[in-house]
C-alpha cells in the first residue's frame, strides 16, 4: 500500500497559495520560540513596511499586483544584521524601498532555542510584500 512519511509534508494541491503559505509558517518552528517583531502577530512586520510604502501603481502596467520576497537576518540581540530581496517584485525601486523601511525597523525579540539552555539565537524571516493597483 501507499506509505506516508511523516519528514515528507505532502500539501494538497490548492489553488490557493495562501492555505499553503499559512501551513508553512506553522511547520517552520516547531521547537524554538521565533524571533518576533511587536508581539509576535505574523502580519505585524508587513503591516509596518505597508504603512511606510509609498509607489506608484501606474507601474504595475495594468497588472492586478506585484510580489516581492524579502529576507531579513536577525541576530541574537533582536537587530536587524542583513535584509535580501529573495524575489523580485520586478521595480528594483520598489525593492530598494521595502529594504530601506526594514533597515529602519526596531529591534526585534530574537528567537530563544529551548533545546539548549534558553539561548538567543539568529534567525531568519522570509517576508512577502503585496503591491496592489488598486489607486491608492
Known amino acids: 500500500g501507499a506509505c506516508w512519511h511523516p519528514s515528507k509534508r505532502g500539501y494538497p494541491k ?6 499553503a503559505e499559512e501551513e508553512l509558517k506553522q511547520s517552520f518552528v516547531e521547537w524554538e520560540t521565533v524571533s518576533y517583531f511587536e508581539k509576535a502577530n505574523p502580519y505585524a512586520v508587513t503591516n509596518y513596511i505597508n504603512e511606510r510604502l509609498t509607489y506608484d501603481p501606474k507601474l504595475l502596467n ?3 499586483e506585484a510580489k516581492g520576497i524579502y529576507t531579513i537576518r536577525i541576530d541574537s540581540y533582536g537587530e536587524i544584521i ?10 528594483p525601486e520598489w ?8 533597515k529602519g525597523m526596531p529591534r ?3 528567537t530563544i532555542n529551548y533545546y539548549g539552555k534558553g539561548e538567543y539565537h539568529n534567525s531568519v524571516w522570509t517576508v512577502p510584500v503585496l503591491f496592489k493597483n488598486d489607486n491608492r
Open 62 to 64: 495594468g497588472k492586478k
Open 95 to 102: 525593492d530598494k524601498q521595502v529594504l530601506q523601511i526594514i
Open 108 to 110: 526585534w525579540t530574537p
Open 82 to 91: 542583513k535584509v535580501e530581496t529573495l524575489r523580485s517584485c520586478g521595480i
Open 14 to 19: 490548492i489553488g490557493n497559495l495562501r492555505i
